[in-house]
Nanobody
Framework: QVQLVESGGGSVQAGASLRLSCAAS????????MGWARQAPGKEREFVAA???????DYADSVKGRFTISRDANKNTVYLQMDSLKPEDTAVYYC?????????????????WGQGTQVTVSS
């Protein structure tokens, strides 16, 4: 069982930056995959970004060039640096993880979720 705790959400103006953090507790030495998803009011949860233990990353098209995902070396901690924020980035952001590599190369496939942190961007 993986427990994920996010921090760093808040309310900002369009064009500003925010950094989200997520710490995981896990029996696995290093989680295979950690990432972020978000859910805006009235919409389904959508993938944002992910990074595996080898440093390979994947991003949603809507955030490419603006968001950067990173992980502490040898630690189950992941960050999401969000720059040039837009009102359409407003959502609850969830930290997510997959403990082990099971042959599934889909970077949007997670098996553990955090509680979420609110990000609000005003115009």
């Amino acid at each position: 069982q993986v427990q994920l705790v996010e921090s760093g959400g808040g309310s900002v103006q369009a064009g500003a930056s925010l950094r989200l953090s997520c710490a995981a507790s896990s029996r696995a030495d290093i989680l295979y995959l950690m990432g972020w998803a978000r859910q805006a009011p009235g919409k389904e949860r959508e993938f944002v970004a992910a990074r595996n233990w080898g440093g390979v990353t994947d991003y949603a098209d809507s955030v490419k060039g603006r968001f950067t995902i990173s992980r502490d070396a040898n630690k189950n901690t992941v960050y999401l640096q969000m720059d040039s924020l837009k009102p359409e980035d407003t959502a609850v952001y969830y930290c997510a993880a997959r403990q082990y590599y099971d042959g599934n190369a889909d970077y949007t496939a997670f098996d553990s979720w955090g509680q979420g942190t609110q990000v609000t961007v005003s115009s």
